[in-house]
Structures are given as structure tokens and as C-alpha cells.
């Protein structure tokens, strides 16, 4: 299971921090990232990062937004810097182990102008 918390509503410039905890029989998770949804858009990619902590970001994120994760605890977090109304969407964190891939139940991310 994958537990996200985080989320909230903030002024456009503001930050917010992500957490998303993976518990029970993921084990061993390889990569965990963050993913977006926004009303009537595909899900996209934000951010993912690797066991060794190697990162890679969107184009629209790159510069404001930071992945990183505890390998000790499981836990994945973005750090949202200089946000921007185009950023409002549900954010869904998700883990690959050696068995398959999970997804969390979501956060929503409002910024308003």
C-alpha cells in the first residue's frame, strides 16, 4: 500500500510537500515517483527517482519542484517550490518492485492566482 499525504491549497508562488509511504508487501521498491491528473487531462509524469537516488523530471517541474526519497522508510517525497495555478491537479504517488508496480490514492494540489 502506498499512502500519500501532503496535499492542500495554496497561493500561486507558495510550496507544499508531498509524502507518500509504501507499507506491507512492497518490498525492495526500485523506483517511486510522483504522477499528475488534472480535470479532463491524461495522468503525466512528474518526477520518479531510483533506489540510488537518481532523478528525473518533468520539463514543466524542472528547477521548482525536488523528488527525493528515505530508502529506510519507504518514503517518497516531493518538495513543490514556486507554484503555479497549471500545477492544480491530484498527484498520485507510485512504486515499482521486483513483483509489479502500485499506486497510491492520491493528494490534491490546488494553487490559486
Known amino acids: 500500500q502506498l499512502q500519500a499525504s501532503g496535499g492542500g491549497l495554496v497561493q500561486a508562488g507558495g510550496s507544499l510537500r508531498l509524502s507518500c509511504a509504501a507499507s506491507?508487501?512492497?518490498?525492495?521498491?526500485?523506483?517511486m515517483g510522483w504522477y499528475r491528473q488534472a480535470p479532463g487531462k491524461q495522468r503525466e509524469v512528474v518526477a520518479t527517482?531510483?533506489?540510488?537516488?537518481?532523478?528525473n523530471y518533468a520539463n514543466s517541474v524542472k528547477g521548482r519542484f525536488t523528488i527525493s526519497r528515505d530508502n529506510n522508510k519507504n518514503t517518497v517525497y516531493l518538495h513543490m517550490n514556486s507554484l503555479e495555478p497549471e500545477d492544480s491537479a491530484v498527484y498520485y504517488c507510485t512504486a515499482w518492485d521486483r513483483f509489479g508496480n502500485y499506486w497510491g490514492q492520491g493528494t490534491q494540489v490546488t494553487v490559486s492566482s
Open positions: 527517482i531510483t533506489v540510488a537516488s537518481s532523478a
Open positions: 506491507g508487501s512492497i518490498s525492495r521498491i526500485n523506483v
